[in-house]
């Protein structure tokens, strides 16, 4: 796991900046109802998209929430007095606070299947009768874009997918939410190099995959060989679903 304190600064170029969040924000906000008034998204990071989802709709009133000190102070410098330090495990809000809750990015992270059902549910508690639910799905899977690279690395072990589009389905159904909508977005800048493949196994951020391991040295060394090491490939494209909690 990522110290997003560390993180934080270089955290937006690094993953592909302006223009994928200008994709998310565009994406989450085709599956919010127009007449929304106030909005949460939870695990909001820098405030990247939070920001865009703000001032996309002026009607609409966003606040941010996150974990971790470092994200949290970056968001609150683009959407001041609007984002909170939460867990979101642990939400601060009552019952019933939101029209419209969004999770971007954030359920992979999680454990566990439990921890899923658990953030899953909190969310939906802080969401009225007839508000929605928007949060990205299988992640890890939209970056097979069936090249080279994916190719070279095909064989290696993977971490189960805690944002399991099933997975998140069945939470959301536990919790009474109905399935809304679905929708998908470019991730811009996201496109794998070998090179920079390469680098971020060196760096630990194949989970499964520890440097130094005779395995990661393997995969390196396949990486290694292929053509146009600098040139990335395809960018992939993120999943949404959406869930409506049913009028009281």
């Known amino acids: 796991m990522l110290d997003y ?6 955290y937006d170029a690094s993953r592909g900046g302006e223009p994928r969040a200008a994709a998310a924000a ?24 939070t920001r865009r989802l703000a001032s996309a709709r002026p009607g609409l009133r966003v606040t941010g ?3 971790t000190y470092g994200m949290a102070r970056m968001a609150a410098a683009r959407l001041p007095g609007a984002v909170v330090l939460a867990d979101s495990r642990r939400l601060p809000f009552a019952d019933g606070t939101f029209d419209a809750v969004t999770s971007v990015w954030l359920l992979h992270l999680l454990d ?7 953030v899953v549910a909190e969310c939906a508690r802080v969401l009225r009768p007839g508000g929605v639910y928007v949060t ?3 992640k890890a899977a939209a970056h097979d874009v069936g090249s080279d690279i994916d190719a070279v690395l095909a ?16 939470g959301a159904a536990a919790c009474g939410l109905l399935p809304a909508g679905r929708a998908g977005f470019r991730g ?7 090179q920079r493949t390469a680098a971020d196994l060196g760096r630990g951020w194949f989970t499964t995959l520890p440097p130094g391991d005779p395995l990661t040295e393997r995969f390196a060394a396949g990486l ?5 090491q600098d040139r990335p490939r395809a960018d992939p494209v993120f999943g949404l679903r959406s869930f409506r909690k049913p009028d009281a």
């Open 112 to 118: 566990d299947e439990q921890a899923v059902r658990c």
């Open 26 to 49: 565009a994406a989450v906000l085709g599956l919010v109802p127009e007449g929304a008034g106030r909005l949460l998204d939870v695990a909001c990071g820098t405030g990247i998209v």
């Open 224 to 228: 290694a060989a292929l053509p146009d």
């Open 5 to 10: 304190d560390k993180e934080a600064g270089a």
């Open 155 to 170: 064989g290696r072990p993977r971490r189960a997918a805690r944002d399991a589009a099933p997975l998140v389905e069945e």
């Open 65 to 67: 929430a996150d974990l």
């Open 136 to 138: 990205t799905v299988d």
């Open 188 to 194: 811009h800048g996201q496109g794998r190099s070998p």
